[in-house]
């Protein structure tokens, strides 16, 4: 059994993979992450109190049929105490606009002491992991996940097993069949619930918040669960996932027997209740601005001073309270004086990026304004502090990078403003999608909520006009005078990693003046003949060789650091000590526990697109090797391209398939509800 900690869905980049990055002071870091255990705390107390609201029947769908009907007879089945309760909720044909309700503020208390859990349960599941060949190194991780009576729950239910991060049904079904024999068959209705809520896990991490049912049955089919339907429909009523009929096409449309067609979608609980929360958030924001506030003429001064975009920005946000704002890096301008004219009218103006690269770049531009990142505003480790009814002290928000934003850090972020606030999600439709579930910027840009303002500021030079090129699936050749654009063309795998190296180490330096420690090289993913682990063991022999003392690191080695999946944060070693491991990480110190090392750290000389996302340098190398082909899409290239500030060199030898994934691959499909959850509560705009 593979104790490897998973890949999330950012590294399904790589032929089979997926995601990463944070930041905060020494100080600080451990109370962030603590904090987030905390949030974490607090949102199964929420899902529980959720769980005692929600007591009303399904309105609609009552002359389903077939796979649908039987799902939603379990569900009755729940609701009438045949079976015990769930929360099963479905969305009621669109209703007219009103108010979303107040949020339960996730307000960041004082930081606890780390969660460890007692020896004595992890010993007790060290022997029922060997009782049934799992290898006992789990134990720990395993404890944490299944809580102290761990031991007591595998026993009880093998297949369980299946919640720690990393293992796989087949394993499971290993370590049943050693703990109960005989009795451990493929028709066992423990297996079929634990595969229904695995499936369901491995679709979050591949960004869906919930699974059309055929498609959950069929995945269920694959995995050798002999009846899917009912083993869905035990998940639903034993409360490990959530069933809903969400009405589809337009509000007029009926069947024959004048129904409105609905569809039935399964899901996990954290991601349905995050979506719905999100839904309820937005709503309440939008409808909470409807007018200027009394600073009208304020904000038409400061609208008529700005240029363009900008300007256009200013009056959408004075009249509105949630905004969305798309462009490339040159765009950044809009929300930098959109900022710079709230602080002017007396407002508490903050915003917050996806990484301490971007933070940086933002702050640049708006000296004196409070610029966070996401994950230290939420965490309280930045910012403005919270009121006394846990509500960010703000008037305005501006979220950069919001395709970054999945649907639990976006319910989050909606959650803390308070009403009255406004909110702008700025970003470049065109780059990579959360690495978390939900595609909450597409969404809301496809939903038409709101008012959207797209920037008339592009990108400079030969590398904007490749990168716009690209965003409209083209890929063009441009003059390059400047050696800004480099197609180097490989035949092989090993051609490849010599040609890389050999740019990072030489070429580049040599030629553009642009030191190795400014060069960042990007490809598909972390395995393969030239994914980032064969890259970055390359770069660093020639870069900073040396035996690995600290768990496999040096000082100075250049890192890629994950306090949680989906965010990374470049760094370098510094030292370690009996602490753990120090990084410096966007200029501040972070120390990662011994324990933590080997799940969150890697070597960060060449990373995926994702883990890059929301990070910009001088020079980037983009590796496309021939085996990478079916990694390809046009969001990636256009993600790994739209990293460079100077200069792109691409080592190509995908040959046709780069063309081709440009002009025909679009971003992978998500299976979503936003759109379907705001359309009752806030209407459709036309600007």
């Not at 996990?268 to 200027?292: F, I, K, Y």
Request: with cysteine; glycine share 12%.
């Amino acid at each position: 059994m593979s104790t490897e900690p998973p890949e999330t869905a950012e590294d399904a980049e790589e032929p089979g993979t997926s995601a990463e990055g944070a930041q905060v002071s020494e100080g600080a870091q451990v109370s962030e992450a603590e904090a987030e255990l905390a949030a974490q705390r607090v949102e199964r107390e929420r899902i529980e109190r959720r769980k005692a609201e929600r007591q009303g029947p399904i309105e609609a769908g009552g002359k389903l049929s077939g796979t649908a009907a039987d799902l939603l007879a379990a569900v009755r089945a729940v609701e009438s105490g045949e079976k015990p309760a769930a929360t099963v909720f479905a969305e009621a044909a669109p209703a007219s606009r009103r108010p979303g309700p107040e949020p339960v503020r996730r307000v960041p208390a004082a930081a606890p002491g780390p969660v460890v859990p007692a020896a004595g349960a992890v010993e007790d599941l060290r022997g029922v992991l060997a009782q049934g060949g799992a290898p006992e190194g789990i134990a720990v991780q395993a404890a944490g996940v299944l809580g102290d009576g761990g031991a007591d729950v595998l026993r009880a239910d093998p297949w369980q097993l299946l919640r720690v991060p990393g293992v796989r049904p087949e394993q499971a079904d290993g370590f049943a069949r050693a703990l109960l024999g005989a009795g451990a068959g493929p028709d066992d209705e423990r297996r079929g619930r634990a595969v229904t809520v695995w499936l369901l896990e491995q679709a979050a991490l591949a960004g869906h918040t919930a699974l059309d049912m055929a498609a959950l049955v069929a995945a269920l089919g694959r995995q050798g669960v002999p009846e899917p339907e009912e083993a869905v429909q035990n998940a639903v009523s034993e409360g490990d996932v959530l069933a809903f009929q969400d009405a589809v096409g337009e509000a007029g449309d009926v069947e024959e027997d004048g129904e409105r067609p609905v569809r039935v979608l399964v899901g996990l609980e954290r991601c349905a209740l995050a979506e719905e929360s999100l839904a309820d958030g937005l709503a309440r924001l939008v409808n909470s601005v409807t007018g200027q506030d009394g600073a009208g003429e304020g904000w038409e001064r400061a609208a008529a001073s700005a240029e363009g975009s900008a300007g256009e920005l200013i009056r959408a946000v004075a009249g509105h309270g949630l905004v969305l704002h798309t462009g490339g890096e040159a765009s950044l301008a809009d929300p930098a004086a959109l900022v710079r004219a709230a602080r002017g009218l007396g407002l508490r103006v903050w915003a917050a990026a996806h990484g301490p690269v971007g933070r940086a770049r933002f702050a640049g531009l708006v000296e004196g304004a409070g610029v966070a990142t996401v994950a230290g505003l939420l965490s309280g480790a930045e910012g403005p502090g919270r009121d006394a009814d846990g509500a960010l002290e703000v008037d305005l928000l501006v979220v950069l990078d919001a395709p970054q934003l999945d649907v639990e850090t976006a319910a989050l972020v909606t959650e803390s403003l308070p009403d009255g606030a406004r909110l702008v999600l700025a970003g470049d439709p065109g780059v990579l999608w959360s690495a978390g579930p939900g595609r909450v910027f597409a969404d809301l840009l496809a939903a038409r909520v709101c008012p959207q303002i797209a920037s008339r500021r592009p990108d400079p030079g030969p590398l904007g006009e490749l990168v716009s090129g690209v965003g409209v699936g083209e890929l063009n050749q441009v003059a390059a005078p400047g050696k800004e654009v480099v197609i180097v063309p490989v035949r092989d795998a090993g051609e490849a990693v010599h040609r890389t190296v050999q740019l990072v180490v030489d070429s580049v330096p040599r030629a553009l003046g642009v030191p190795a420690e400014g060069t960042q090289v990007i490809t598909p993913g972390h395995g393969g003949a030239v994914g980032t682990r064969v890259l970055n063991a390359a770069l660093k022999e020639r870069l900073n060789p040396g035996p690995g003392r600290f768990g496999g690191f040096d000082p100075d080695d250049r890192v890629a650091y994950s306090p949680v999946p989906g965010r990374t944060l470049p760094g370098r070693v510094v030292r370690a000590d009996g602490e753990g491991l120090h990084l410096e990480c966007g200029g501040e110190e972070v120390v990662v526990p011994r324990e933590r090392v080997e799940s969150s750290v890697r070597h960060g000389w060449a990373l995926t697109a994702h883990q890059a996302v929301g990070c910009r340098w001088p020079a980037v190398v983009v590796v496309l090797p021939g085996d990478a082909v079916q990694a390809l899409s046009r969001p990636w290239v256009y993600t790994a391209f739209s990293r460079a500030d100077r200069h792109l060199s691409v080592v190509h030898g995908a040959e046709q398939a780069l063309p081709r994934a440009v002009a025909e691959v679009a971003a992978k499909p998500r299976t979503t509800r936003l759109p379907v959850l705001l359309a009752p509560q806030v209407p459709v705009t036309e600007g």
